[in-house]
């Protein structure tokens, strides 16, 4: 039972235009979400999150858009430059079950020149 | 340098074969966690711990074993490795009760022959 989606395996963007990654959840208990960010050969890092209290969240390039009623948050990167290129994990935090860090299956992201 | 080290970065071993897998940080986390990455499945969680000598399962716990007996050090065992543990894994650790923000290692790739 998959309780964080990402239902687009891959993503390619042009240089410069708006990528908008998406990401779907189930449980209305999660408290956080978040955005990790995978090169090859390296570990995901870090890359913003957002509270289940708001709607926005922007830093940088980086803006997280969260739809409580439709369940659904989205990472908007503007403008997409070639170092985006990578793998991006949605995640939630579940904090009733000892802050569990649940991830999507991941979206890979190609920014085209 | 806030990090997480693990090693061995690539392991290849027999059906088997006991192998254990170590993971250090240097940031005084009481959260540390192992991941395995899959293809099509993203980061699942094999094992957790909130504190020394506390763990608990994850996601996937079967085949694997770990102990938590100094606060930065969090090692993954496989008892009698297969095939289906070949897999990359990562090492996590955060401070427990944050947003959810995990620091990963580099990720070690396992292949069991």
């Known amino acids: 039972d998959q309780q964080v989606k990402q239902n687009s395996p891959s993503l390619s963007v042009q240089e410069g235009r708006i990528s908008i990654l998406n990401c779907d959840y189930t449980?209305?208990?999660?408290?956080?979400f978040l955005w990790y960010k995978k090169y090859p050969a390296e570990g995901p890092t870090f890359l913003i999150s957002?509270?289940?209290?708001?709607d926005k969240n922007e830093d940088g390039r980086f803006t997280v858009f969260l739809n409580k009623s439709a369940k659904h948050l989205s990472l908007h990167i503007v403008p997409s430059q070639p170092g985006d290129s990578a793998v991006y994990f949605c995640?939630?935090?579940?904090?009733?079950?000892?802050?569990?860090?649940?991830f999507g299956k991941g979206t890979r992201l190609h920014i085209l020149p | 340098e806030a990090q997480v080290t693990q090693n061995p970065r690539y392991l290849i071993t027999v059906t088997g074969k006991k192998l254990t897998v170590t993971c250090s940080q240097n940031?005084?986390?009481?959260?540390m966690s192992w991941y395995r990455q899959d293809p099509g499945l993203g980061l699942r969680q094999i094992y957790y711990?909130?504190?020394?000598?506390?763990?608990d399962k994850g996601d996937v716990p079967e085949g694997y074993k770990v102990s938590r007996k100094e606060k930065r050090n969090f090692p993954l065992s496989l008892e009698s490795p297969s095939p289906n543990q070949t897999s990359l894994y990562f090492c996590?650790?955060?401070?427990?009760?944050?947003?959810?923000?995990?620091?990963f290692g580099e990720g070690s790739r396992l292949t069991v022959l």
């Open positions: 940031m005084n986390h009481e959260y």
């Open positions: 711990s909130m504190n020394v000598e506390v763990t």
């Open positions: 449980n209305s208990m999660f408290d956080y």
């Open positions: 995640a939630a935090r579940w904090r009733d079950r000892d802050d569990k860090i649940i």
């Open positions: 957002i509270s289940s209290i708001k």
């Open positions: 996590a650790s955060r401070r427990y009760g944050n947003t959810g923000e995990l620091f």
